[in-house]
Protein backbone atom coordinates (compact mmCIF):
# COMPACT_ATOMS: atom_id res chain seq x y z
CA UNK A 1 0.00 0.00 0.00
CA UNK A 2 0.98 3.76 -0.80
CA UNK A 3 0.10 6.29 0.86
CA UNK A 4 -0.62 10.10 -0.55
CA UNK A 5 -2.04 12.91 1.28
CA UNK A 6 -3.14 16.40 0.10
CA UNK A 7 -5.74 19.24 1.43
CA UNK A 8 -3.14 21.27 2.92
CA UNK A 9 -3.10 24.92 2.56
CA UNK A 10 -3.40 28.41 3.54
CA UNK A 11 -6.19 29.15 5.95
CA UNK A 12 -7.69 32.07 8.07
CA UNK A 13 -8.08 31.14 11.87
CA UNK A 14 -11.76 29.92 11.88
CA UNK A 15 -11.53 28.22 8.84
CA UNK A 16 -11.80 24.92 7.73
CA UNK A 17 -9.77 22.63 5.29
CA UNK A 18 -10.22 18.72 4.97
CA UNK A 19 -6.88 16.76 4.39
CA UNK A 20 -6.85 13.21 2.37
CA UNK A 21 -5.19 10.23 2.65
CA UNK A 22 -5.37 8.15 -0.65
CA UNK A 23 -4.12 4.95 -0.74
CA UNK A 24 -3.24 2.26 -3.60
CA UNK A 25 -1.57 -0.68 -4.67
CA UNK A 26 -2.46 -3.10 -1.73
CA UNK A 27 -5.17 -4.03 0.80
CA UNK A 28 -6.32 -0.83 2.47
CA UNK A 29 -8.80 -2.42 4.67
CA UNK A 30 -6.28 -4.04 6.37
CA UNK A 31 -4.80 -0.90 7.99
CA UNK A 32 -5.86 1.28 10.56
CA UNK A 33 -4.78 4.65 9.29
CA UNK A 34 -3.34 7.67 11.87
CA UNK A 35 -2.85 11.60 11.53
CA UNK A 36 0.19 13.25 12.88
CA UNK A 37 1.18 16.41 13.04
CA UNK A 38 4.62 17.70 12.77
CA UNK A 39 6.61 20.94 13.79
CA UNK A 40 10.00 21.87 12.43
CA UNK A 41 12.57 20.13 14.22
CA UNK A 42 9.75 17.88 16.63
CA UNK A 43 8.53 14.45 16.74
CA UNK A 44 5.36 13.12 15.06
CA UNK A 45 2.73 13.79 16.98
CA UNK A 46 -0.97 11.63 17.32
CA UNK A 47 -3.98 13.77 15.94
CA UNK A 48 -6.09 11.03 15.24
CA UNK A 49 -7.21 7.59 13.92
CA UNK A 50 -9.68 4.93 12.33
CA UNK A 51 -9.85 1.58 12.20
CA UNK A 52 -9.93 -0.76 9.43
CA UNK A 53 -13.53 -0.44 9.38
CA UNK A 54 -14.57 3.55 9.87
CA UNK A 55 -16.29 2.36 12.72
CA UNK A 56 -14.09 3.32 15.64
CA UNK A 57 -12.59 6.87 15.37
CA UNK A 58 -10.70 9.00 17.88
CA UNK A 59 -8.87 12.52 17.89
CA UNK A 60 -6.68 13.74 21.06
CA UNK A 61 -8.67 16.20 23.21
CA UNK A 62 -6.74 19.27 21.68
CA UNK A 63 -8.87 18.85 18.42
CA UNK A 64 -12.17 17.46 19.81
CA UNK A 65 -15.12 18.94 18.48
CA UNK A 66 -13.54 20.47 15.84
CA UNK A 67 -11.67 17.87 13.76
CA UNK A 68 -13.29 14.42 12.82
CA UNK A 69 -11.73 11.81 10.90
CA UNK A 70 -13.23 9.51 7.90
CA UNK A 71 -12.49 6.90 5.76
CA UNK A 72 -13.94 4.95 2.70
CA UNK A 73 -12.68 1.98 2.27
CA UNK A 74 -14.51 1.87 -1.34
CA UNK A 75 -12.35 4.90 -2.78
CA UNK A 76 -9.68 4.05 -0.31
CA UNK A 77 -9.17 7.20 1.28
CA UNK A 78 -9.06 8.39 4.81
CA UNK A 79 -10.15 12.14 5.75
CA UNK A 80 -9.36 14.57 8.11
CA UNK A 81 -11.98 17.54 8.29
CA UNK A 82 -10.63 20.38 10.26
CA UNK A 83 -12.59 23.37 11.52
CA UNK A 84 -12.62 26.01 13.25
CA UNK A 85 -8.90 25.69 13.04
CA UNK A 86 -6.54 28.17 14.98
CA UNK A 87 -2.67 29.17 14.89
CA UNK A 88 -1.43 26.36 16.63
CA UNK A 89 -2.75 24.06 14.46
CA UNK A 90 -0.12 25.19 11.78
CA UNK A 91 1.91 22.04 11.57
CA UNK A 92 2.90 19.45 8.35
CA UNK A 93 0.58 16.76 8.56
CA UNK A 94 1.37 13.30 8.19
CA UNK A 95 -1.29 9.95 7.53
CA UNK A 96 0.50 6.65 8.28
CA UNK A 97 -1.31 3.10 7.89
CA UNK A 98 -0.79 0.34 10.87
CA UNK A 99 -1.38 -3.10 9.60
CA UNK A 100 -3.75 -4.65 12.08
CA UNK A 101 -4.04 -1.61 14.02
CA UNK A 102 -6.89 0.78 16.27
CA UNK A 103 -7.56 3.69 15.79
CA UNK A 104 -5.07 4.94 18.75
CA UNK A 105 -1.81 3.91 17.73
CA UNK A 106 -0.63 6.75 18.94
CA UNK A 107 3.57 5.88 18.63
CA UNK A 108 4.00 6.99 15.40
CA UNK A 109 7.19 3.93 15.41
CA UNK A 110 4.33 1.71 15.02
CA UNK A 111 3.14 2.85 11.82
CA UNK A 112 4.56 0.42 8.35
CA UNK A 113 4.03 2.70 5.61
CA UNK A 114 3.32 6.90 5.90
CA UNK A 115 2.57 9.16 3.53
CA UNK A 116 4.42 12.62 2.50
CA UNK A 117 3.42 15.32 4.42
CA UNK A 118 0.47 18.46 3.52
CA UNK A 119 1.24 21.59 5.07
CA UNK A 120 -1.16 23.44 7.21
CA UNK A 121 -0.79 26.86 7.83
CA UNK A 122 -3.52 28.82 10.11
CA UNK A 123 -3.31 32.66 9.95
CA UNK A 124 -4.43 35.12 12.37
Known amino acids: VQLQASGGGMVQAGGSLRLSCAASGGSFSDYAIGWFRQDPGKEREFVGG????????YVVDTVKGRFTISRDNVKEVVYLQMNSLKVENTAVYYCGADLYGSDRTFTASMYELWGQGTLVTVSS
Open 50 to 57: VDWSGDRR
